[in-house]
């Protein structure tokens, strides 16, 4: 029997849908399982990857930022954080004037460059680390002016501290810093309290002495009068005279007890060092800084009874100096009193508790033991630092039910609503330095949770540029909760540190050259899926896209998460990274990386509500208001309409509701605006991204993706100028220069009247 053989056209037909339905199957298996299989694919191991969002800071110690930081010990705890950058720049704005300017503000920065490079080594005093690149310069440069710069600059500076760069200790050194220094003041405060009611009630019992038998005596009297006067005077009839039939002042055998017992109290306190013992050398006193949440709670409740009793002391010594104690009424008050009677005020004198703890180490017991103590207010202050964002999730621990996910602990806190909370990046602390010193300031408890962009995962990512991209792509959002604030969560809850908090993701232009070597320029969001392909242990979810586009169609990462979010669409997301040797790729992503995200942006979402963006609650109203609104429009255009319609009009009445009429452009009325104030013709723009390619943070786009001016001061005038001229459709207008001392300005002007 003879075979039956297909047509040859056939049989490569059959072949042909085969090896697409192979691709198709190699594809699929890919995006859902990670698995590469036959699809072409390549592990990307070893490449050096990274988003194509951190070309532009690879070399991060050429670039000025805010580390590293200056650690200023006395003086305004809310001045005890300074950035190098801004340090420099306060003393530029004193020494580089006039004909020098310009050099004097070069050497400046090759003097800040070489401290920064210093700073990485560890940690010093600035004065040091100045007078060691003051003296690499000198023995490097051959401009013989360099010295006379040097000079006025040291001349100038008037800061002094321990200079941190942004590593792994940052956060413990940086928070741990603005607690002490409020500690300080704390304890300066109640040291000072305790000290002058010693020096009172002392004053009591001397006063009675001094007029007593004893203290009147000849000798006593001689001894006080000193050599001169006691020679010239009979003391011993001038102690018969004093002391016979004269009345004394005496104090009450319970008055004399109850101020000794006072003085005994105050000298015996351990909370704070007093007199004799203001160096802290007695080494008696409380320890109040801890590893172990644990212990810091068992600390607390040892020294209740202590911490009373100081208290109730301080109280009574108080109205012993003033003479209000009256023993028929407040004996029997203070005998039943408790420390919950103390008024906040007194017990806010009290040091708090410091407790300093790695999350790696924190078991879900602790974590719970933790939140308990914050929900009732124990006056605890807790840094947690976070140095493995995928700690307590399956793919990161072995039992991951032992331990709870460092990026909730933080949220879970809110959920009490009664203690002080702050997340933030250690990238970020500098920021939010004066919230830092807020919550160590809050009475009760705090909690800051800061991520250290450490751990061996990230390769050779500098710890600043990763805790940066972990706030940036919503992975770990930095945001305060402080319950002082104000009565309301919109007063109390604030992610105003998080960039472009009104977007899903923040979006920013990458730049680079094709194969044509012509320069491109795409906006790209920076999404969570971007900050985890930079982590090693994700590398199972990438591969790298193959040269003959044999994996199909692939659409950008966040297209596909807004369009077929986990879904299999016969299309692999991929997203843009660039390698060791600064070539760009393309790295697909499997659908585990893609729900991964899409869990870091449902909680953002969250976060977004609770911080008053896109409120569901107002959208929902909103949308109420605007139904009911177009409800009255249509009914008054049918009222409008019926006289058209052969129905006899008739006058309208006096109170009827005016005609709607178009809504007046302001645009049209310039000479009513402020003529300092640079704007837009917001509705004609044409979304050319020229004016967000020279400053994104001076220009953004609504949501209609046209250009509004965001922050008139995020600028320089000149980069007005610059944009209004390179604008294609001619709506920037520049106003006025904000800033009279810019430079240049006479003929900046002149070019910006061509956009009045």
């Given at each position: 029997m003879t075979d039956i053989r297909p047509f040859p056209a056939a049989a490569d037909a059959m072949r042909h849908s085969t090896?697409?339905?192979?691709?198709?199957?190699?594809?699929?298996?890919?995006?859902?399982?990670?698995?590469?299989?036959?699809?072409?694919?390549?592990?990307?191991?070893?490449?050096?990857?990274?988003?194509?969002?951190?070309?532009?800071?690879?070399?991060?110690?050429?670039?000025?930022?805010?580390?590293?930081?200056?650690?200023?010990?006395?003086?305004?705890?809310?001045?005890?954080?300074?950035?190098?950058?801004?340090?420099?720049?306060?003393?530029?704005?004193?020494?580089?004037?006039?004909?020098?300017?310009?050099?004097?503000?070069?050497?400046?920065?090759?003097?800040?460059?070489?401290?920064?490079?210093?700073?990485?080594?560890?940690?010093?005093?600035?004065?040091?680390?100045?007078?060691?690149?003051?003296?690499?310069?000198?023995?490097?440069?051959?401009?013989?002016?360099?010295?006379?710069?040097?000079?006025?600059?040291?001349?100038?500076?008037?800061?002094?501290?321990?200079?941190?760069?942004?590593?792994?200790?940052?956060?413990?050194?940086?928070?741990?810093?603005?607690?002490?220094?409020?500690?300080?003041?704390?304890?300066?405060?109640?040291?000072?309290?305790?000290?002058?009611?010693?020096?009172?009630?002392?004053?009591?019992?001397?006063?009675?002495?001094?007029?007593?038998?004893?203290?009147?005596?000849?000798?006593?009297?001689?001894?006080?009068?000193?050599?001169?006067?006691?020679?010239?005077?009979d003391v011993s009839a001038l102690s018969r005279l004093l002391t016979d039939n004269r009345p004394r002042f005496r104090l009450s055998d319970a008055r004399r007890e109850r101020v000794r017992g006072l003085l005994d109290a105050l000298a015996r306190q351990r909370f704070v060092p007093v007199g004799e013992d203001a160096d802290g050398g007695n080494g008696e006193l409380y320890e109040f800084v801890y590893s172990s949440p644990d212990d810091a709670i068992a600390a607390y409740r040892d020294r209740f009874a202590a911490t009373a009793e100081l208290a109730k002391s301080l109280v009574i010594a108080e109205m012993e100096a003033d003479g209000r104690y009256r023993e028929d009424i407040h004996d029997p008050l203070f005998a039943k009193w408790d420390v919950e009677d103390l008024e906040a005020d007194i017990l806010g004198m009290f040091p708090d508790y410091l407790v300093r703890v790695d999350a790696e180490v924190l078991t879900a017991r602790d974590s719970v033991v933790l939140l308990e103590a914050l929900a009732a207010g124990i006056p605890i202050k807790v840094l947690v630092q976070v140095n493995d964002l995928l700690r307590g999730t399956s793919s990161a621990d072995r039992h991951p039910g032992d331990r709870l996910s460092t990026r909730k602990l933080a949220r879970y806190a809110l959920a009490s609503g009664e203690s002080f909370v702050l997340q933030a990046p250690s990238a970020g602390l500098f920021q939010m330095r004066e919230r830092i010193v807020d919550g160590s300031m809050a009475p009760g408890a705090a909690l800051f949770v800061v991520y250290s962009g450490g751990g061996q995962w990230l390769g050779d990512l500098p710890p600043y540029l990763a805790s940066a991209a972990a706030t940036e792509a919503r992975v770990f959002p930095a945001f305060t909760y402080d319950p002082a604030a104000g009565d309301t969560w919109a007063d109390r809850f604030t992610l105003a540190a998080n960039p472009q908090a009104e977007r899903d993701w923040p979006v920013h232009c990458v730049s680079y050259a094709d194969a044509a070597m012509q320069r491109v320029r795409v906006e790209a969001p920076f999404t969570a899926a971007d900050f985890w392909a930079g982590d090693s242990r994700m590398l199972p979810h990438l591969a790298l896209s193959s040269l003959d586009g044999s994996e199909g169609t692939v659409v950008p990462f966040a297209e596909h998460l807004a369009t077929a979010p986990g879904i299999w669409a016969d299309q692999l997301p991929y997203l843009l990274m660039v390698s060791a040797d600064e070539s760009l790729h393309r790295v697909l992503v499997d659908r585990p990386l893609v729900h991964r995200t899409q869990r870091d942006l449902e909680q953002w979402r969250r976060l977004q509500e609770l911080g008053g963006i896109h409120n569901s609650h107002v959208a929902r109203e909103l949308a109420r208001q605007r139904d009911l609104f177009d409800a009255e429009i249509a009914q008054l255009q049918a009222g409008a309409a019926l006289p058209a319609a052969g129905v006899a009009a008739t006058a309208a009445p006096s109170d009827a509701p005016p005609a709607l009429a178009e809504p007046e452009d302001d645009l049209n009325e310039p000479e009513a605006r402020d003529p300092y104030l640079p704007w837009i013709e917001t509705s004609r723009c044409s979304t050319c991204n020229e004016c967000t390619l020279i400053n994104d943070r001076m220009f953004a786009y609504n949501e209609n993706r046209q250009a509004y001016i965001a922050d008139p001061d995020a600028g320089t005038y000149a980069e007005l100028v610059e944009a209004a001229e390179n604008c294609q459709v001619a709506i920037i207008h520049p106003a006025k220069p904000r800033d009279p001392a810019e430079p240049g300005l006479e003929e900046l002007i002149k070019r910006a009247e061509a956009f009045a």
């Amino acid at each position: 029997m003879t075979d039956i053989r297909p047509f040859p056209a056939a049989a490569d037909a059959m072949r042909h849908s085969t090896a697409e339905l192979n691709a198709e199957q190699n594809r699929a298996s890919f995006y859902l399982t990670g698995r590469r299989m036959a699809t072409g694919l390549s592990d990307i191991a070893g490449l050096g990857l990274l988003s194509a969002q951190f070309a532009p800071y690879r070399r991060l110690h050429e670039l000025r930022y805010d580390y590293p930081l200056i650690l200023v010990h006395g003086g305004d705890v809310r001045a005890a954080v300074r950035s190098l950058s801004g340090m420099m720049d306060e003393i530029l704005a004193v020494v580089a004037v006039g004909d020098d300017a310009a050099r004097i503000r070069h050497h400046a920065m090759l003097l800040e460059q070489e401290i920064r490079g210093q700073a990485d080594r560890g940690v010093d005093r600035l004065s040091s680390l100045w007078a060691r690149a003051e003296e690499r310069l000198v023995a490097t440069a051959e401009d013989p002016l360099l010295a006379d710069s040097l000079a006025k600059l040291v001349a100038a500076r008037q800061v002094e501290g321990d200079v941190v760069a942004c590593t792994q200790e940052t956060p413990g050194q940086v928070v741990g810093h603005l607690w002490k220094q409020v500690q300080r003041d704390r304890i300066g405060l109640l040291s000072a309290r305790i000290t002058q009611l010693r020096q009172a009630l002392a004053d009591i019992l001397a006063a009675e002495q001094a007029d007593s038998p004893t203290g009147l005596a000849s000798d006593r009297l001689a001894q006080s009068l000193g050599p001169v006067f006691g020679a010239e005077l009979d003391v011993s009839a001038l102690s018969r005279l004093l002391t016979d039939n004269r009345p004394r002042f005496r104090l009450s055998d319970a008055r004399r007890e109850r101020v000794r017992g006072l003085l005994d109290a105050l000298a015996r306190q351990r909370f704070v060092p007093v007199g004799e013992d203001a160096d802290g050398g007695n080494g008696e006193l409380y320890e109040f800084v801890y590893s172990s949440p644990d212990d810091a709670i068992a600390a607390y409740r040892d020294r209740f009874a202590a911490t009373a009793e100081l208290a109730k002391s301080l109280v009574i010594a108080e109205m012993e100096a003033d003479g209000r104690y009256r023993e028929d009424i407040h004996d029997p008050l203070f005998a039943k009193w408790d420390v919950e009677d103390l008024e906040a005020d007194i017990l806010g004198m009290f040091p708090d508790y410091l407790v300093r703890v790695d999350a790696e180490v924190l078991t879900a017991r602790d974590s719970v033991v933790l939140l308990e103590a914050l929900a009732a207010g124990i006056p605890i202050k807790v840094l947690v630092q976070v140095n493995d964002l995928l700690r307590g999730t399956s793919s990161a621990d072995r039992h991951p039910g032992d331990r709870l996910s460092t990026r909730k602990l933080a949220r879970y806190a809110l959920a009490s609503g009664e203690s002080f909370v702050l997340q933030a990046p250690s990238a970020g602390l500098f920021q939010m330095r004066e919230r830092i010193v807020d919550g160590s300031m809050a009475p009760g408890a705090a909690l800051f949770v800061v991520y250290s962009g450490g751990g061996q995962w990230l390769g050779d990512l500098p710890p600043y540029l990763a805790s940066a991209a972990a706030t940036e792509a919503r992975v770990f959002p930095a945001f305060t909760y402080d319950p002082a604030a104000g009565d309301t969560w919109a007063d109390r809850f604030t992610l105003a540190a998080n960039p472009q908090a009104e977007r899903d993701w923040p979006v920013h232009c990458v730049s680079y050259a094709d194969a044509a070597m012509q320069r491109v320029r795409v906006e790209a969001p920076f999404t969570a899926a971007d900050f985890w392909a930079g982590d090693s242990r994700m590398l199972p979810h990438l591969a790298l896209s193959s040269l003959d586009g044999s994996e199909g169609t692939v659409v950008p990462f966040a297209e596909h998460l807004a369009t077929a979010p986990g879904i299999w669409a016969d299309q692999l997301p991929y997203l843009l990274m660039v390698s060791a040797d600064e070539s760009l790729h393309r790295v697909l992503v499997d659908r585990p990386l893609v729900h991964r995200t899409q869990r870091d942006l449902e909680q953002w979402r969250r976060l977004q509500e609770l911080g008053g963006i896109h409120n569901s609650h107002v959208a929902r109203e909103l949308a109420r208001q605007r139904d009911l609104f177009d409800a009255e429009i249509a009914q008054l255009q049918a009222g409008a309409a019926l006289p058209a319609a052969g129905v006899a009009a008739t006058a309208a009445p006096s109170d009827a509701p005016p005609a709607l009429a178009e809504p007046e452009d302001d645009l049209n009325e310039p000479e009513a605006r402020d003529p300092y104030l640079p704007w837009i013709e917001t509705s004609r723009c044409s979304t050319c991204n020229e004016c967000t390619l020279i400053n994104d943070r001076m220009f953004a786009y609504n949501e209609n993706r046209q250009a509004y001016i965001a922050d008139p001061d995020a600028g320089t005038y000149a980069e007005l100028v610059e944009a209004a001229e390179n604008c294609q459709v001619a709506i920037i207008h520049p106003a006025k220069p904000r800033d009279p001392a810019e430079p240049g300005l006479e003929e900046l002007i002149k070019r910006a009247e061509a956009f009045a």
